[in-house]
């Protein structure tokens, strides 16, 4: 049982960027789905949250606007993209999974290294 978070990499400010989160030993499809972010010596920051649907989406004010997160259930995989991407979003990405009626995350994947620079 494994998530994997990738598509991460280097990126100009104002670029865009689209994050993956695929799921491995299980499906996503009565999951739902959390992406995070994470820069050293900071607490994790919740950014986006999508139902097991996908009918109900969440996002933090900081992103909101900016990030649009997705889910293909058919590819068992989570999408983020990222829009406008400024400096302050560099930091480390997480996805996770929370069951149906759960109140905690089962499952995180590793994360994936965003870095916005010029």
């Known amino acids: 049982v494994q998530l994997q978070a990738f598509g991460g990499g280097l990126v100009q400010p104002g670029g865009s960027l689209r994050l993956s989160c695929a799921a491995s030993?299980?499906?996503?499809?009565?999951?739902?789905i959390g992406w995070f972010r994470q820069v050293p010596g900071k607490e994790r920051e919740f950014l986006a949250l999508?139902?097991?649907?996908?009918?109900?989406?969440y996002y933090a004010d900081s992103v909101k606007g900016r990030f649009t997160i997705s889910r293909d259930n058919g590819k068992n995989t989570v999408y983020l993209q990222m829009n406008s991407l400024i400096p302050e979003d560099t930091a480390v990405y997480y996805c996770?999974?929370?069951?149906?009626?759960?109140?905690?995350?089962?499952?995180w994947g590793q994360g994936t290294l965003v870095t916005v620079s010029s």
């Open positions: 999508i139902s097991w649907s996908g009918s109900t989406t």
């Open positions: 996770a999974a929370r069951g149906i009626g759960a109140t905690t995350y089962n499952y």
């Open positions: 030993g299980f499906t996503l499809d009565y999951y739902a």
